[in-house]
């Protein structure tokens, strides 16, 4: 179990399921206070490849943290891009890394918001499981880019 502080640290000070910024010196039974969360979905996604370990705990708000309840994690999509039929983030990677793979995981008009959101959510989910190594690629298609996933095989 690493202390909050040496986590906290690691991850800048953002939260793992809203990437927002987390106060350090607010208390923790605040619900925008600090706390540790284990990032269930991707441990166990990932558990042929490695043993657990502190490197899987995140820092999250507390009233983010998903040990709360059983519902998996929602990790949103940043707002200001367009995107069409986003797929649920943490469901999408879950399934790539146990298989590896690829997943269309949203279509955009611009290629714009395409390579933003593709730059975005290879960042975001390498943070959240750096053992994996997700990249993403655009496809043009039907005047549209599409957004794709991808995983190497475990
Ligand atoms: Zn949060």
């Known amino acids: 179990m690493g202390s909050l502080d040496e986590i906290g640290e690691r991850d800048g000070w953002r939260c793992w399921v809203c990437d927002l910024v987390v106060d350090p010196h607010l208390s923790v039974n605040d619900g925008l206070g600090p706390s540790l969360d284990r990032c269930e979905v991707l441990v166990r996604a990932t558990s042929g490849r490695k043993k657990p370990s502190n490197g899987d705990e995140r820092l999250a708000h507390r009233s983010c943290n998903t040990k709360k309840g059983a519902v998996k994690p929602v990790i949103a999509w940043p707002e200001h891009l367009i995107l069409f039929d986003p797929a649920p983030i943490i469901q999408s990677a879950e399934r790539l890394a146990a298989k590896g793979g690829r997943e269309m995981v949203a279509r955009c008009a611009s290629k714009a918001d395409a390579t933003e959101a593709g ?19 655009i496809d043009q298609g039907g005047g549209q880019f599409l957004l794709t996933l991808l995983a190497p095989r475990p």
């Open 119 to 137: 730059h975005w959510l290879a960042d975001r989910l390498n943070r959240l499981a750096p053992g994996i190594a997700f990249t993403t690629h």
